[in-house]
């Protein structure tokens, strides 16, 4: 039961800090020291997530920081490209997808340590988070990588939120911290949908799903404390680091 702790504390405080890599922090743990099957452990892991992500998302909206329009335009044709996803990723087993979920991780490296630079340009970047400067264009964009990155967080079964967070910078002009505000809607829906389906296909424990949402909260709590504290460019390298470890024993396992 510890790990099941630990991965939702760890799961929540990315979520809060970064706004991104719950799923791909907590599954290892899960899965290798927590004993789980891969089935049940992609679909406990995504559960707990889900409700985790949907507690800071609520939070974030309440503070304003989450621009709904540009979110749901990005959302809705994701939550499409996840249900082709799933549908995609069935014939294969799940020892395999969870193979190569080990190579995406070394794309989050990479973002991860991307975001270390970027963020020292921040403030600098021009941004769209007021949904009047949205134009028809920016919407449009925005539904296409919606679709795109839906359709490798169904296959992959995780929310994919180190994918969304470029995909809206890029297709809405956002700023880092815009985009990782209001990042968490889709992120939030596509957790949702991904563990419901697991849920309804008996693949997913309420019970170890419920144990991580409690600490993910308490994560999700202590990486928004932090983030206003400690320097996020530090600690997003040693999240790249730690995320190309895990990426590297995914594949030997």
């Known amino acids: 039961m510890i790990w099941l702790f630990i991965a939702g504390l760890l799961a929540g405080f990315a979520v809060g800090f970064i706004g991104a890599g719950a799923a791909v922090i907590g599954l290892p743990f899960l899965l290798y020291l927590n004993n789980m099957a891969p089935g049940n452990a992609l679909g406990t892991n995504a559960l707990g997530v889900a409700f985790t992500i949907t507690v800071i998302l609520l939070y974030r909206i309440y503070k304003k920081d989450v621009n709904l329009k540009s979110g749901l335009a990005f959302a809705l044709p994701g939550l499409i490209g996840i249900y082709v996803g799933t549908l995609i990723s069935r014939p294969f087993p799940r020892k395999e997808i969870i193979f190569l979920l080990g190579f995406l991780l070394f794309a989050v490296a990479g973002w991860m340590y ?3 630079v970027k963020l020292g340009h921040a403030e600098e970047i021009s941004s769209n988070v007021q949904a009047g400067n949205l134009t028809n264009n920016h919407l449009l964009k925005l539904g296409v990588s919606g679709l795109g990155v839906g359709l490798a967080c169904g296959f992959f079964a ?3 939120g180190f994918m969304i967070i470029p995909a809206i910078m890029l297709a809405a002009d956002f700023s880092l911290l815009d985009a990782i505000a209001t ?3 889709p992120f939030g829906l596509f ?3 991904i563990g419901g389906e697991y849920w ?3 693949s997913a424990q309420i019970l170890p799903a419920f144990y ?5 909260i308490l994560g999700g709590v202590l990486g928004i404390w932090l983030s206003k504290h400690i320097s996020k460019q530090k600690m997003q390298r040693l999240f790249a680091v730690f995320m190309l470890g895990l990426g590297i024993y995914m594949i030997l396992q």
């Open 212 to 216: 991580i949402m409690i600490t993910g």
């Open 191 to 193: 957790s949702l949908w």
């Open 200 to 202: 309804m296909n008996d």
């Open 114 to 116: 991307y975001l270390s």
């Open 183 to 185: 990042g968490l809607l």
């Open 158 to 160: 995780i929310g994919g």
